[in-house]
């Protein structure tokens, strides 16, 4: 039996686009073969072990019937990573949290919508204990590899907590807001070389938030910089939309001690 | 050595002559701003430009650098010290005091070598300002509006020509091979005399009282209700200390390759703005207030760098004015730190 830690990869509701970042990363880093043995990973392989000790969950839960295969996959797994937004953040199926659920099934299947089971999405560490997370929409591969080092030395991944201005800064990037458009890079979670802005375009929060985000003056700054209320909500609830209900029901969750 | 012209027409032959001995960096424009970055040809860059986004700091101490390689197999470790001759074009006057600052900081008690190899393969070239750069400059407030004596070669935009004059052996080093210099005639200085005398009231003076009352000011202000209104509005974004030339705050990581056996050791920007700045081993952050870090960076730029360097921290080049979206400035806050002092009275509420 190889002494290589064994790492199999599941998803939910979810594009896979994080799982084809990964193949992508098997191609920058193909060393990263050399230290793991892959034994589940649908979107590069045929086999099918169930025999892992570090599970990578891809996706939302998002149906009851999501919520035993989750815990089956904790059952076995010694560690579990959340990959990519959806499974972080609950990702952009949460954006349906916020409307009927009704109206949102019958707009999607039509005369079908009862054939199909859902409830708000959730992401995974809703719904299980989860020991790490690999923000983005899709990952960044470079993350991806450096969180993999970090478990294969038994250190827990750190992901950065400050907010993507400072990387955006520091690629010396002419700021989107002087370019005249608006980005949530102020409240955002770094991690991601700030790869948006530097292409031109406004960081969507795929990341989730920093902890201790100022929500209420970066509205601010939105709406001095001509985005109206629906538009503020719409960029606010595209990734974001289960952190910023949970901070509501928590009684807004921005604590700042005066001094 | 004599002051020298060197002809605006020749500025590409110079730019050429230096890239045969150096790497050639300069102010280019960029989506209306200007980066500091490489140039091989003179239509690639503007002396003339308002600021950058990043001072030239830059290439003393980058953003992100390797500090060192290691083995933990072998227990090697080996320091990574490198980066090429470079001539720095178009410096202000204010990133010239910035940088006198930081020569100062960073030889003082644990020099840092980095900066060192840095700063003896750097040639400065700095330009006299002639005109306020933005809204949120106020260098003429802040005594940084005439370079300190550690410019290399200092240039003064003359019209058709720059008059150029030499600080150091490294900036005379620039000049032979370029045919098209010469040395100062009498009409050259009444020229360069004329244009030093108009510009000084072009510059407002934008602080409400003198510059030597700053730090003060600040002791005087440090239970000041001002932190609290900044601390509200401040989204702890960071962008003010890493567009500032004064900062020089870093966080050191290291990284291993995927045989876990080597790898090597960096460092990277870090700011006193951010939440977990001052996360201590334990997980006691003391300064978890956003007010409290606001404070804290004013009172690095108008009080703990003069008493610990004699040197103000700020050098109103305005870069973190500009920057800042909820439009936290030094000039507003100093002159608001004032007026409560002054007239307790009439306090009104910090920017309108």
Redesign the interface.
Known sequence: MSAKPKIAFYEFTSCEGCQLTVVDSLQL?P??L??VDIVRFREAMSEMGDDYAIAFIEGSCSRPSDEAPIKAIREKAALVVALGACAHLGGINTIRNRHDLGEVRRFVYGDKAEWYDTYPARPISAVIKVDAAIPGCPIDRHEF??TV?RL??GRAPELP???L??EC???????L???GTTCL???VRAGCDAICPTYGDSCEGCRGL???P?IE??K??LTEHGLSVDQTLAKMTQFLTYQVMEMEAAGHGDP???? | MNPMIIPKAALDDWVRLLRSSYRVVAPRP????H?FGEVGSASEFDLGYPTS??PPK?YLFP??EDLLKFRTDAQQVEATIDGPRTVVLGVHTCDMHAMQLLDRVMATGYSDQHYLAHRNKTTLVSVECLKPCTAGSFCKSMGTLSTPEVFDLHLTDLGDAYAAEVGSDRGAALLPGLKAARPFADKDTARLNRVMSEKWPRFPLRLEFDVTELPSLLSTSYDSEL??EL?????????CT??CPTCYCFNVMD??????KSGKRLR??D?CQ???FATVAGGHNFR?????RQRHRFFRKGKYQTDAFGLLGCVGCGRCA??C??HITPVDTFNELYRRQHQPAAATPQGG
């Open positions: 880093y060393e990263l050399e230290a590899v450096r080092k294969l030395q907590d400050h907010p201005c400072v800064k520091l690629k010396e990037n002419v700021c807001y002087l370019r890079g102020p409240i920093v902890p201790n100022n003056h970066l601010e700054v700042q001690p005066a001094h | 960029l989506h209306g701003q980066v986004v990043l830059k953003a992100r932190w609290k601390g509200e509005r401040c989204l702890a974004c960071a962008m890493n567009v990284e291993v390759d995927l045989t876990l990277e920007w700011s951010l939440d977990k978890t207030a956003r007010a409290a500009e920057a979206l909820v």
